[in-house]
Protein backbone atom coordinates (compact mmCIF):
# COMPACT_ATOMS: atom_id res chain seq x y z
CA UNK A 1 0.00 0.00 0.00
CA UNK A 2 2.94 2.34 0.95
CA UNK A 3 4.80 1.58 -2.48
CA UNK A 4 1.77 2.40 -4.49
CA UNK A 5 1.45 5.86 -2.35
CA UNK A 6 4.84 6.46 -3.16
CA UNK A 7 4.15 5.88 -6.54
CA UNK A 8 1.95 8.26 -6.98
CA UNK A 9 3.74 10.87 -4.74
CA UNK A 10 6.59 10.69 -7.00
CA UNK A 11 4.30 10.98 -10.18
CA UNK A 12 2.48 14.03 -8.78
CA UNK A 13 6.37 15.51 -8.43
CA UNK A 14 7.08 14.52 -12.30
CA UNK A 15 3.71 16.38 -13.27
CA UNK A 16 4.65 19.72 -10.67
CA UNK A 17 8.56 19.82 -12.41
CA UNK A 18 6.29 19.36 -15.92
CA UNK A 19 3.48 22.03 -15.63
CA UNK A 20 6.33 24.40 -13.98
CA UNK A 21 8.44 24.03 -17.46
CA UNK A 22 5.45 24.37 -19.72
CA UNK A 23 4.66 27.75 -17.69
CA UNK A 24 8.40 28.98 -17.86
CA UNK A 25 8.56 28.13 -21.62
CA UNK A 26 5.10 30.09 -22.19
CA UNK A 27 6.28 32.85 -20.21
CA UNK A 28 9.43 33.24 -21.97
CA UNK A 29 7.73 32.68 -25.61
CA UNK A 30 5.42 35.59 -24.49
CA UNK A 31 8.43 37.68 -23.29
CA UNK A 32 10.38 36.70 -27.13
CA UNK A 33 7.47 37.83 -28.89
CA UNK A 34 6.19 40.80 -27.43
CA UNK A 35 8.89 43.17 -25.98
CA UNK A 36 6.62 45.53 -25.33
CA UNK A 37 6.51 47.62 -21.71
CA UNK A 38 3.77 47.81 -19.83
CA UNK A 39 3.01 51.10 -17.69
CA UNK A 40 -0.22 51.90 -15.98
CA UNK A 41 -2.83 51.62 -18.48
CA UNK A 42 -0.60 52.00 -21.49
CA UNK A 43 1.66 49.54 -23.57
CA UNK A 44 4.86 51.20 -24.96
CA UNK A 45 8.06 50.27 -27.16
CA UNK A 46 10.74 51.76 -28.21
CA UNK A 47 13.66 50.90 -30.46
CA UNK A 48 16.40 52.79 -31.70
CA UNK A 49 18.67 50.86 -34.43
CA UNK A 50 21.83 51.93 -36.69
CA UNK A 51 18.70 51.82 -39.81
CA UNK A 52 15.39 52.67 -38.26
CA UNK A 53 13.72 54.36 -34.73
CA UNK A 54 10.11 52.67 -33.84
CA UNK A 55 7.81 54.43 -30.64
CA UNK A 56 4.34 52.55 -30.77
CA UNK A 57 2.20 54.00 -28.34
CA UNK A 58 -1.51 52.24 -27.24
CA UNK A 59 -3.25 52.09 -24.46
CA UNK A 60 -4.64 48.74 -21.95
CA UNK A 61 -8.21 48.47 -22.92
CA UNK A 62 -10.93 47.45 -19.90
CA UNK A 63 -12.62 45.34 -23.36
CA UNK A 64 -10.22 42.28 -24.13
CA UNK A 65 -11.77 41.71 -27.32
CA UNK A 66 -11.34 45.50 -28.64
CA UNK A 67 -7.81 45.11 -27.37
CA UNK A 68 -6.57 42.11 -28.78
CA UNK A 69 -7.96 43.68 -32.23
CA UNK A 70 -6.14 46.93 -31.89
CA UNK A 71 -3.17 45.05 -30.89
CA UNK A 72 -2.81 42.44 -33.83
CA UNK A 73 -3.70 45.95 -36.02
CA UNK A 74 -0.45 47.44 -34.25
CA UNK A 75 1.78 44.14 -34.65
CA UNK A 76 0.99 43.56 -38.05
CA UNK A 77 1.89 47.29 -39.11
CA UNK A 78 5.05 46.98 -37.52
CA UNK A 79 6.44 43.56 -38.51
CA UNK A 80 5.48 44.92 -41.66
CA UNK A 81 7.45 47.99 -41.05
CA UNK A 82 10.44 45.84 -39.78
CA UNK A 83 10.45 43.26 -42.87
CA UNK A 84 10.81 46.91 -45.24
CA UNK A 85 13.56 48.01 -42.89
CA UNK A 86 15.46 44.47 -42.69
CA UNK A 87 15.14 44.45 -46.46
CA UNK A 88 16.28 47.88 -47.31
CA UNK A 89 18.97 48.51 -44.58
CA UNK A 90 21.97 47.28 -47.05
CA UNK A 91 20.62 49.34 -50.03
CA UNK A 92 19.71 52.48 -48.21
CA UNK A 93 21.80 55.14 -45.73
CA UNK A 94 18.20 56.77 -45.08
CA UNK A 95 16.65 55.73 -41.81
CA UNK A 96 14.21 54.66 -41.55
CA UNK A 97 11.09 55.59 -38.66
CA UNK A 98 7.69 54.14 -37.35
CA UNK A 99 5.73 56.13 -35.22
CA UNK A 100 1.78 54.82 -33.69
CA UNK A 101 0.22 57.14 -31.64
CA UNK A 102 -2.89 57.14 -30.08
CA UNK A 103 -6.00 59.26 -28.79
CA UNK A 104 -8.70 57.81 -26.68
CA UNK A 105 -11.99 59.79 -25.63
CA UNK A 106 -15.31 59.57 -24.53
CA UNK A 107 -18.05 59.48 -26.84
CA UNK A 108 -21.51 59.82 -24.91
CA UNK A 109 -21.68 56.03 -23.19
CA UNK A 110 -18.58 55.20 -26.02
CA UNK A 111 -15.40 55.69 -26.40
CA UNK A 112 -13.35 56.60 -29.60
CA UNK A 113 -10.02 55.32 -29.80
CA UNK A 114 -7.78 56.59 -33.00
CA UNK A 115 -4.73 54.78 -34.06
CA UNK A 116 -2.56 56.32 -36.08
CA UNK A 117 0.40 55.16 -37.87
CA UNK A 118 3.16 56.82 -39.71
CA UNK A 119 5.65 54.94 -41.87
CA UNK A 120 8.85 56.92 -43.45
CA UNK A 121 11.05 54.26 -45.71
CA UNK A 122 12.39 56.87 -48.07
CA UNK A 123 11.26 59.60 -50.27
CA UNK A 124 9.26 62.73 -50.00
CA UNK A 125 7.29 62.26 -46.47
CA UNK A 126 5.57 59.78 -43.94
CA UNK A 127 2.78 57.81 -45.02
CA UNK A 128 0.22 57.71 -42.53
CA UNK A 129 -2.44 55.88 -41.81
CA UNK A 130 -5.73 56.13 -39.04
CA UNK A 131 -7.80 53.49 -38.01
CA UNK A 132 -11.01 54.30 -35.51
CA UNK A 133 -12.57 52.24 -33.15
CA UNK A 134 -16.02 53.72 -31.49
CA UNK A 135 -16.96 50.47 -28.42
CA UNK A 136 -18.90 50.25 -25.50
CA UNK A 137 -15.86 49.96 -22.88
CA UNK A 138 -17.76 47.08 -20.88
CA UNK A 139 -19.73 45.11 -23.80
CA UNK A 140 -17.17 45.52 -26.43
CA UNK A 141 -20.11 46.70 -28.37
CA UNK A 142 -18.73 48.41 -31.97
CA UNK A 143 -20.51 51.10 -33.23
CA UNK A 144 -20.23 53.22 -36.59
CA UNK A 145 -21.96 56.50 -37.83
CA UNK A 146 -25.58 54.74 -38.37
CA UNK A 147 -25.30 54.39 -34.39
CA UNK A 148 -25.62 58.45 -34.32
CA UNK A 149 -28.21 58.42 -36.71
CA UNK A 150 -31.84 58.53 -37.43
CA UNK A 151 -32.75 55.47 -39.78
CA UNK A 152 -31.89 55.80 -43.61
CA UNK A 153 -30.52 59.11 -42.93
CA UNK A 154 -26.70 58.39 -44.17
CA UNK A 155 -27.56 59.68 -47.30
CA UNK A 156 -28.29 63.24 -45.97
CA UNK A 157 -25.50 63.65 -43.68
CA UNK A 158 -23.29 62.46 -47.11
CA UNK A 159 -24.66 65.67 -49.24
CA UNK A 160 -24.19 67.89 -46.35
CA UNK A 161 -20.53 66.45 -46.39
CA UNK A 162 -20.46 67.13 -49.77
CA UNK A 163 -21.69 71.00 -49.20
CA UNK A 164 -19.23 71.77 -46.05
CA UNK A 165 -16.07 69.96 -47.86
CA UNK A 166 -16.57 72.33 -51.18
CA UNK A 167 -16.82 74.96 -48.68
CA UNK A 168 -13.75 74.40 -46.65
CA UNK A 169 -12.19 74.48 -50.31
CA UNK A 170 -13.43 77.76 -51.33
CA UNK A 171 -13.40 79.12 -48.07
CA UNK A 172 -9.67 78.97 -48.04
CA UNK A 173 -9.39 79.92 -51.80
CA UNK A 174 -7.76 76.33 -52.33
CA UNK A 175 -8.26 73.74 -55.74
CA UNK A 176 -10.43 71.34 -55.33
CA UNK A 177 -11.75 68.24 -57.65
CA UNK A 178 -15.46 67.82 -57.27
CA UNK A 179 -15.68 64.67 -58.48
CA UNK A 180 -13.10 63.38 -56.12
CA UNK A 181 -14.58 65.03 -53.11
CA UNK A 182 -17.95 63.45 -54.16
CA UNK A 183 -16.51 59.63 -53.93
CA UNK A 184 -14.84 60.69 -50.39
CA UNK A 185 -17.83 61.91 -48.75
CA UNK A 186 -20.34 59.41 -50.47
CA UNK A 187 -23.16 57.72 -48.72
CA UNK A 188 -20.43 54.50 -47.02
CA UNK A 189 -19.76 54.01 -43.74
CA UNK A 190 -16.14 53.95 -44.90
CA UNK A 191 -16.64 57.11 -45.68
CA UNK A 192 -17.08 58.67 -42.25
CA UNK A 193 -15.03 56.43 -39.54
CA UNK A 194 -13.47 59.39 -38.04
CA UNK A 195 -15.91 61.73 -36.36
CA UNK A 196 -16.77 63.47 -33.07
CA UNK A 197 -19.51 65.42 -31.88
CA UNK A 198 -18.71 68.82 -30.23
CA UNK A 199 -20.29 71.94 -28.55
CA UNK A 200 -22.02 73.00 -31.88
CA UNK A 201 -22.02 70.41 -34.47
CA UNK A 202 -20.55 67.32 -35.83
CA UNK A 203 -16.92 66.91 -36.82
CA UNK A 204 -15.54 64.97 -39.60
CA UNK A 205 -12.26 64.01 -40.70
CA UNK A 206 -11.24 62.78 -43.94
CA UNK A 207 -8.05 61.04 -44.51
CA UNK A 208 -5.58 61.56 -46.95
CA UNK A 209 -6.62 61.17 -50.37
CA UNK A 210 -10.17 60.90 -49.17
CA UNK A 211 -11.33 63.89 -50.95
CA UNK A 212 -8.07 65.44 -52.43
CA UNK A 213 -4.76 64.88 -53.07
CA UNK A 214 -1.47 64.28 -50.63
CA UNK A 215 -0.64 67.78 -51.10
CA UNK A 216 -4.64 68.78 -49.55
CA UNK A 217 -3.30 67.12 -46.42
CA UNK A 218 -5.43 65.85 -43.85
CA UNK A 219 -9.34 67.96 -44.02
CA UNK A 220 -11.27 68.23 -41.18
CA UNK A 221 -14.76 69.79 -41.35
CA UNK A 222 -17.83 70.82 -38.88
CA UNK A 223 -21.48 70.62 -39.81
CA UNK A 224 -23.62 72.88 -37.85
CA UNK A 225 -26.06 71.57 -35.16
CA UNK A 226 -29.16 73.38 -37.00
CA UNK A 227 -27.97 71.34 -40.20
CA UNK A 228 -28.25 68.01 -38.15
CA UNK A 229 -31.65 68.40 -36.82
CA UNK A 230 -33.60 64.68 -38.55
CA UNK A 231 -30.66 63.31 -39.05
CA UNK A 232 -28.55 63.34 -35.72
CA UNK A 233 -30.38 61.12 -33.24
CA UNK A 234 -32.11 64.13 -30.95
CA UNK A 235 -29.79 62.41 -27.91
CA UNK A 236 -26.94 63.47 -29.70
CA UNK A 237 -27.13 66.76 -30.40
CA UNK A 238 -27.19 70.09 -28.29
CA UNK A 239 -24.43 69.02 -26.53
CA UNK A 240 -23.13 71.37 -23.43
CA UNK A 241 -19.50 71.41 -23.31
CA UNK A 242 -18.45 72.47 -19.77
CA UNK A 243 -15.80 75.05 -19.64
CA UNK A 244 -12.30 73.92 -18.31
CA UNK A 245 -11.48 75.80 -15.74
CA UNK A 246 -7.97 76.71 -14.41
CA UNK A 247 -6.37 78.34 -12.10
CA UNK A 248 -2.99 79.91 -13.43
CA UNK A 249 0.29 79.27 -11.21
CA UNK A 250 1.39 81.55 -8.94
CA UNK A 251 5.67 82.64 -9.79
CA UNK A 252 7.72 80.83 -6.87
CA UNK A 253 10.56 83.30 -5.37
CA UNK A 254 13.60 82.37 -6.43
CA UNK A 255 15.81 84.63 -4.29
CA UNK A 256 15.16 80.85 -1.75
CA UNK A 257 17.74 79.34 -4.22
CA UNK A 258 20.44 81.34 -4.30
CA UNK A 259 23.65 79.80 -3.43
CA UNK A 260 22.35 77.14 -4.57
CA UNK A 261 23.42 75.11 -8.10
CA UNK A 262 20.31 74.46 -10.33
CA UNK A 263 18.94 71.38 -12.37
CA UNK A 264 16.39 71.33 -14.58
CA UNK A 265 14.45 67.81 -14.74
CA UNK A 266 12.55 67.57 -18.46
CA UNK A 267 9.81 64.80 -19.25
CA UNK A 268 9.52 63.97 -22.81
CA UNK A 269 6.31 62.26 -24.28
CA UNK A 270 3.49 62.59 -21.76
CA UNK A 271 1.73 63.37 -20.47
CA UNK A 272 0.30 59.92 -18.62
CA UNK A 273 -2.27 58.87 -15.77
CA UNK A 274 -0.41 57.18 -13.35
CA UNK A 275 2.99 58.24 -13.80
CA UNK A 276 2.80 61.23 -14.46
CA UNK A 277 0.60 62.30 -11.44
CA UNK A 278 2.92 60.18 -9.04
CA UNK A 279 5.67 62.53 -9.94
CA UNK A 280 3.14 65.67 -9.42
CA UNK A 281 2.41 64.08 -6.17
CA UNK A 282 5.58 64.10 -4.74
CA UNK A 283 7.23 67.12 -6.17
CA UNK A 284 6.58 69.56 -3.19
CA UNK A 285 8.84 67.17 -1.33
CA UNK A 286 11.60 68.39 -2.72
CA UNK A 287 10.39 71.98 -3.51
CA UNK A 288 10.37 71.05 -7.59
CA UNK A 289 9.14 72.06 -10.74
CA UNK A 290 9.81 70.66 -13.72
CA UNK A 291 9.59 70.63 -17.48
CA UNK A 292 6.92 68.72 -19.58
CA UNK A 293 7.78 68.56 -23.50
CA UNK A 294 4.35 67.35 -24.00
CA UNK A 295 3.17 64.93 -27.01
CA UNK A 296 -0.17 67.24 -28.98
CA UNK A 297 -1.53 63.87 -29.59
CA UNK A 298 -1.99 63.10 -26.03
CA UNK A 299 -2.95 66.24 -24.94
CA UNK A 300 -6.86 65.78 -24.65
CA UNK A 301 -6.70 62.14 -23.41
CA UNK A 302 -4.49 62.99 -20.42
CA UNK A 303 -5.81 66.99 -20.25
CA UNK A 304 -6.35 66.34 -16.04
CA UNK A 305 -2.87 65.43 -16.03
CA UNK A 306 -1.61 68.38 -18.29
CA UNK A 307 -4.06 70.98 -16.52
CA UNK A 308 -2.60 69.76 -12.89
CA UNK A 309 0.88 69.91 -13.73
CA UNK A 310 0.43 73.42 -15.37
CA UNK A 311 -1.65 74.47 -12.29
CA UNK A 312 1.22 73.49 -9.66
CA UNK A 313 3.55 76.10 -11.58
CA UNK A 314 5.59 73.34 -13.83
CA UNK A 315 6.44 74.50 -17.68
CA UNK A 316 4.42 73.27 -20.65
CA UNK A 317 6.78 73.14 -23.69
CA UNK A 318 6.00 71.24 -27.31
CA UNK A 319 6.91 67.44 -28.56
CA UNK A 320 5.13 67.87 -31.23
CA UNK A 321 1.96 66.26 -32.28
CA UNK A 322 2.87 63.02 -33.66
CA UNK A 323 6.35 62.62 -32.51
CA UNK A 324 7.45 62.54 -36.26
CA UNK A 325 11.52 63.18 -37.67
CA UNK A 326 11.46 66.87 -38.23
CA UNK A 327 13.95 65.69 -40.72
CA UNK A 328 11.64 63.63 -42.85
CA UNK A 329 8.66 66.76 -43.05
CA UNK A 330 8.36 69.22 -45.50
CA UNK A 331 7.58 72.97 -44.06
CA UNK A 332 4.27 72.18 -44.09
CA UNK A 333 3.75 69.10 -42.12
CA UNK A 334 6.62 70.66 -39.79
CA UNK A 335 4.42 73.27 -38.76
CA UNK A 336 1.25 71.28 -38.42
CA UNK A 337 3.30 68.93 -36.09
CA UNK A 338 4.05 72.36 -34.32
CA UNK A 339 1.01 74.08 -34.43
CA UNK A 340 -1.22 71.54 -34.01
CA UNK A 341 0.20 70.89 -30.75
CA UNK A 342 0.19 74.42 -29.31
CA UNK A 343 -3.41 74.79 -30.47
CA UNK A 344 -3.91 71.79 -28.39
CA UNK A 345 -1.92 72.94 -24.93
CA UNK A 346 -4.07 76.19 -25.53
CA UNK A 347 -7.20 74.81 -25.60
CA UNK A 348 -6.63 72.90 -22.33
CA UNK A 349 -4.52 75.54 -20.19
CA UNK A 350 -5.34 78.59 -21.89
CA UNK A 351 -1.66 79.45 -23.09
CA UNK A 352 0.69 78.86 -25.73
CA UNK A 353 4.21 76.89 -25.27
CA UNK A 354 7.08 78.84 -26.65
CA UNK A 355 9.32 76.52 -26.08
CA UNK A 356 9.64 73.04 -28.89
CA UNK A 357 12.22 69.91 -28.07
CA UNK A 358 11.97 68.28 -31.21
CA UNK A 359 11.80 64.24 -31.27
CA UNK A 360 14.96 62.63 -31.60
CA UNK A 361 16.18 66.25 -30.95
CA UNK A 362 16.63 66.35 -34.45
CA UNK A 363 16.37 69.99 -35.09
CA UNK A 364 18.50 72.54 -37.21
CA UNK A 365 18.53 76.08 -38.72
CA UNK A 366 15.46 75.82 -40.46
CA UNK A 367 13.32 74.28 -38.29
CA UNK A 368 14.39 76.81 -35.76
CA UNK A 369 13.06 79.26 -37.66
CA UNK A 370 10.44 78.26 -38.80
CA UNK A 371 8.69 76.61 -35.91
CA UNK A 372 9.28 80.58 -33.95
CA UNK A 373 10.32 79.12 -30.98
CA UNK A 374 13.00 78.52 -28.58
CA UNK A 375 14.68 74.86 -29.06
CA UNK A 376 15.70 72.99 -25.67
CA UNK A 377 17.79 70.16 -25.92
CA UNK A 378 19.68 68.24 -23.41
CA UNK A 379 22.96 67.49 -21.94
CA UNK A 380 22.31 64.52 -19.63
CA UNK A 381 20.20 61.82 -21.43
CA UNK A 382 19.74 58.76 -18.64
CA UNK A 383 18.69 56.30 -21.61
CA UNK A 384 15.69 55.70 -19.43
CA UNK A 385 13.25 54.50 -22.12
CA UNK A 386 16.12 51.58 -22.55
CA UNK A 387 16.60 50.67 -18.58
CA UNK A 388 13.29 51.29 -16.98
CA UNK A 389 15.46 50.49 -13.95
CA UNK A 390 14.44 53.07 -11.40
CA UNK A 391 18.08 52.43 -9.39
CA UNK A 392 20.49 52.92 -12.77
CA UNK A 393 18.38 56.02 -14.17
CA UNK A 394 19.42 57.60 -10.65
CA UNK A 395 22.64 56.64 -10.89
CA UNK A 396 23.40 58.14 -14.51
CA UNK A 397 22.16 61.62 -13.02
CA UNK A 398 23.34 61.53 -10.03
CA UNK A 399 26.91 60.59 -11.82
CA UNK A 400 26.28 62.99 -14.32
CA UNK A 401 24.65 65.99 -12.40
CA UNK A 402 26.15 69.61 -12.80
CA UNK A 403 25.24 73.29 -12.49
CA UNK A 404 22.85 74.13 -15.51
CA UNK A 405 22.00 70.71 -16.69
CA UNK A 406 19.38 69.42 -18.54
CA UNK A 407 18.09 66.11 -17.80
CA UNK A 408 16.23 64.22 -20.38
CA UNK A 409 13.84 61.60 -19.00
CA UNK A 410 10.49 60.43 -20.03
CA UNK A 411 6.85 60.47 -17.89
CA UNK A 412 5.30 57.71 -19.77
CA UNK A 413 7.46 55.26 -17.64
CA UNK A 414 6.59 55.12 -13.74
CA UNK A 415 10.59 53.70 -13.64
CA UNK A 416 11.59 57.08 -14.85
CA UNK A 417 9.43 58.94 -12.41
CA UNK A 418 10.69 57.31 -9.84
CA UNK A 419 14.33 57.04 -10.78
CA UNK A 420 14.16 61.19 -11.12
CA UNK A 421 12.77 61.16 -7.48
CA UNK A 422 15.82 59.00 -5.93
CA UNK A 423 17.86 61.09 -7.78
CA UNK A 424 16.20 64.57 -6.21
CA UNK A 425 16.38 62.76 -2.61
CA UNK A 426 20.34 62.15 -3.23
CA UNK A 427 20.51 65.78 -4.40
CA UNK A 428 18.26 67.98 -2.24
CA UNK A 429 21.02 69.29 -0.40
CA UNK A 430 23.23 70.71 -2.95
CA UNK A 431 20.70 71.19 -5.95
CA UNK A 432 17.90 73.19 -6.51
CA UNK A 433 15.46 71.89 -8.89
CA UNK A 434 13.72 74.14 -11.39
CA UNK A 435 11.59 74.71 -14.72
CA UNK A 436 13.34 76.08 -17.96
CA UNK A 437 12.19 79.51 -17.95
CA UNK A 438 12.96 78.92 -13.46
CA UNK A 439 16.79 77.99 -14.94
CA UNK A 440 16.85 80.92 -17.46
CA UNK A 441 15.74 83.96 -15.05
CA UNK A 442 18.28 82.89 -12.47
CA UNK A 443 21.02 82.23 -14.79
CA UNK A 444 20.36 85.77 -16.05
CA UNK A 445 20.12 84.25 -19.64
CA UNK A 446 18.34 86.08 -22.82
CA UNK A 447 17.10 83.21 -25.32
CA UNK A 448 17.96 83.24 -28.93
CA UNK A 449 15.54 81.74 -31.00
CA UNK A 450 17.92 80.94 -33.89
CA UNK A 451 20.43 78.06 -30.97
CA UNK A 452 19.34 75.26 -29.31
CA UNK A 453 20.43 74.97 -25.80
CA UNK A 454 21.72 72.23 -24.32
CA UNK A 455 22.64 73.85 -20.98
CA UNK A 456 22.71 77.17 -19.27
Known amino acids: MRSKRNKKLKLTNQAKI ?60 KEEFLKTAESLGEITETKLDLSITYTLNSLFD ?122 VKEEYLSIEKEPIQVTNPSKRDLSK ?52 AYEMGNLIGSHTYSHLNLFKLGDYDIMKEINNTNDAIESIIGIRPDKLRAPYGNTNEHIREISNMYSILWDIDTEDWKYKDAEKIKDNIVSHAHDGAIILLHDIYMTSVEGALLAMEELKDEYAFVTIDEMIELKGVTLDKNKSYFNF
Open 110 to 231: YQALHVNVYTYTGGAHYIKEEKSYYFHPETGEKIDITNFLNENKLEELSNLAYYYTLKYYQDNNREYDEDWIKEGTSAKKENFTNFNFKENGLELFFVLYQVGPHSDGEIKIEIPEEKLEGI
Open 18 to 77: IFSIIIIGIVLFSMSFRSLNIEGEEIHEIKEEENYTLKIDYPVLANATIEEEVKEFITTK
Open 257 to 308: FEGKKLLAFTFDDGPSDAPTNKLLDNLDKYDARVTFFVLGSRVNTYQNSLKR
